[in-house]
């Protein structure tokens, strides 16, 4: 089965990255009940490969949809299940994703093709993501998601070992093996 992991920012120093590698070697290397390694085929995609204008109506009249928005949908319906750590900027999406979300929706509102969903955030305070977490979950039938489980992990910096690469928190660590266990079901059909 093909599963397409990204974070939903153009950081290069994305926290959000990181937990999207977390949780990838999680289900690569054996550690999530259900998931066969072997038949799991892992793309990632980096939103600094799909930019564009910002979206208007204007700009798609006077030259069409780029091909960078037909590249991220292609890419995504590609997959038979997603992956997505979303960064939080000011209690919504990350301005990069949002644009290449829009675009992709003028191809077609169900930009995620109804692909089956695990949903990360981290941010750097409390609230780990949740608005953003929140939006994108309560939007995800409309644009074609069928979202499998959510999970925000607050304060990165107390609760990610960085050296490590993994959630230092045994309780987060905990609900995040959980979240990724609701793949299984889709992977492995």
Same mark, same amino acid.
């Given at each position: 089965?093909?599963?397409?992991?990204?974070?939903?920012?153009?950081? $290069?120093? $994305?926290i959000?990255?990181?937990?999207? &590698?977390?949780?990838?070697?999680?289900?690569?290397?054996?550690?999530?009940?259900?998931?066969?390694? &072997?038949?799991l085929?892992?793309?990632?995609?980096?939103?600094?490969?799909?930019?564009?204008p910002?979206?208007?109506? &204007?700009?798609?009249?006077?030259?069409?949809?780029?091909? !960078?928005?037909?590249?991220?949908?292609?890419?995504?319906?590609?997959?038979?299940?997603?992956? =997505?750590?979303?960064?939080?900027?000011?209690?919504?999406?990350?301005?990069a994703?949002?644009?290449?979300?829009?675009?992709? $929706?003028?191809?077609?509102?169900?930009?995620?093709?109804?692909?089956? =969903?695990?949903?990360?955030?981290?941010?750097?305070?409390?609230?780990?993501?949740?608005?953003?977490?929140?939006?994108?979950?309560h939007?995800?039938?409309?644009?074609?998601?069928?979202?499998? !489980?959510?999970? !925000? =992990?607050?304060?990165?910096?107390?609760?990610?070992?960085?050296?490590?690469?993994?959630?230092?928190? !045994?309780?987060?660590?905990?609900?995040?093996?959980?979240?990724?266990?609701?793949?299984?079901?889709?992977?492995?059909?």
């Open positions: 089965m093909k599963l397409l992991a990204f974070a939903a920012s153009n950081s $290069s120093q $994305s959000n990255r990181q937990l999207v &590698d977390y949780a990838l070697g999680l289900l690569q290397g054996g550690e999530i009940d259900g998931v066969d390694p &072997d038949a085929e892992v793309s990632t995609l980096d939103l600094n490969e799909f930019e564009m910002i979206y208007s109506l &204007d700009r798609q009249e006077a030259g069409g949809i780029p091909q !960078a928005a037909h590249d991220f949908y292609d890419t995504i319906g590609a997959a038979d299940a997603l992956l =997505i750590s979303f960064a939080e900027h000011n209690g919504s999406y990350t301005v994703f949002k644009n290449v979300f829009d675009w992709a $929706s003028r191809i077609d509102m169900r930009v995620y093709h109804d692909k089956p =969903i695990v949903m990360l955030s981290t941010s750097p305070g409390g609230g780990g993501g949740g608005f953003v977490l929140r939006t994108a979950g939007l995800a039938g409309y644009f074609g998601n069928e979202v499998l !489980a959510s999970l !925000a =992990i607050p304060r990165f910096g107390e609760n990610f070992d960085t050296e490590a690469g993994a959630v230092s928190d !045994a309780e987060l660590d905990a609900e995040l093996r959980a979240a990724l266990a609701k793949l299984a079901t889709v992977l492995q059909s």
